[in-house]
């Protein structure tokens, strides 16, 4: 849809008609000028204070536990072999304890994915909240 540009040679206009642009522009404009000054509105919320020199007192540093696994399914708890029945057993025990100390999973590069899943799964069935796994930073440069 081409409209001429008032000569006769009939050909199609090559201008563009900016007034509408400008019109949309000024509306945009008015907007944003109006809009600005809300935005900057803040909301003043009172936030309560911690006393944090008191935090180590109320929260008593406990130990984590360390299992290790290795390839052939040998467990260790904090690097004395246990059993997994005796596993159990430990891990309710000290899932009973307020703090809960965390678990840290530690396994041998060969070890196979689903003894260190076994391991995190009795874990968590026993009640312990903090499982994680041990592993060591790659050196390569």
Known sequence: MAFSSGNDSGGPMAEINVTPLVDVMLVLLIIFMITAPLMSHKVKVELPE???????????????????VTQDGKLFWNDEPITASLL????????????QPQVNVRGD???KYRVIKDVVQVAQ???MRKVGFVAIKDRSN
Do not use: C, M, Y
């Open 109 to 111: 590069k060969t070890t």
């Open 88 to 99: 159990e057993s430990r891990l309710s025990v000290e899932a009973q304890k307020t703090p």
């Open 50 to 68: 911690a006393d944090v020199a008191n935090l180590e007192q109320l929260a008593p540093e406990v130990p984590p536990i360390t299992l290790a």
């Open 125 to 127: 069935q026993q009640g």
